[in-house]
């Protein structure tokens, strides 16, 4: 069974401070990665996705992907009380994609 | 305006009843799923369909059909033999093997 394991949490973290979410994945042969934001009672949305091993960097987000280990991350940097929600990680492989539980991001003013 | 809906957002079930659940997109997209919610849980896949007339089960398609008789729309229909349907539906698109978009969401709730 291909899984895709997050930390549930919460992870609390001060407003301004970097908040690091992690990800890892057991099918070596993934090829795609997505980190999607749900606020509570809505859809997820898509913040980041990347495919090659590094640093992928959009605004105060910077998606990590290192195939080696099967690990994933997104920083958040200078972190604000609307980040608070839950992050998916999606890994996908030719045309199917799965989902981690999430985990909830508390943001502390 | 680009994107997907679904409708309704909210929907009451009575026991031994079927249910559709609507979802159209006009993002030109082959692929659309269907996702189940539930409180604390990841999203589970029910259905997929990658292109018109043709669609595959996923982990937990019991109780559920779907049909793609256009490319635009892909209901979701929950029958009396889904047994635990209160749950939090999603439906997404996407270019085949690319990222997935979701729609709103629909809320079913059996009574």
């Known amino acids: 069974q291909k899984e895709v394991e997050q930390n549930s949490g919460p992870l609390s973290v001060p407003e301004g401070a970097i908040a690091s979410l992690n990800c890892t994945y057991s099918?070596?042969?993934?090829?795609?990665f997505f980190w999607y934001r749900q606020y509570s009672g809505k859809s997820p949305e898509l913040i980041m996705f990347?495919?090659?091993?590094g640093d992928k960097e959009d605004g105060r987000f910077t998606a990590q992907l290192n195939k080696a280990s099967q690990y994933v991350s997104l920083l958040i940097r200078d972190s604000q009380p609307s980040d608070s929600a839950t992050y998916l990680c999606a890994v996908g492989r030719d045309d199917k994609i799965i989902f981690g539980k999430g985990t909830r991001l508390h943001i502390l003013p | 305006d680009g994107g997907i809906t679904q409708s309704p957002k909210y929907l009451f079930r009575k026991e031994g009843q079927n249910v559709t659940l609507s979802c159209e997109q006009n993002l030109n997209h082959d692929a659309m799923y269907w996702y189940r919610q539930d409180p604390g849980q990841g999203l589970r896949l029910i259905y997929y369909?990658?292109?018109?007339?043709?669609?595959q089960k996923g982990d937990i398609a019991e109780g559920y059909s779907v049909s793609r008789e256009k490319k635009e729309s892909f209901p979701l229909t929950v029958t009396s033999a889904q047994k635990n349907p209160t749950a939090f539906y999603l439906c997404?698109?996407?270019?085949?093997?690319?990222?997935?978009?979701f729609g709103p969401g629909t809320r079913l709730t059996v009574l």
């Open positions: 997404a698109s996407s270019i085949v093997g690319d990222t997935q978009y």
């Open positions: 099918d070596r042969g993934s090829q795609s």
């Open positions: 369909s990658q292109i018109v007339n043709d669609f």
């Open positions: 990347i495919y090659s091993n």
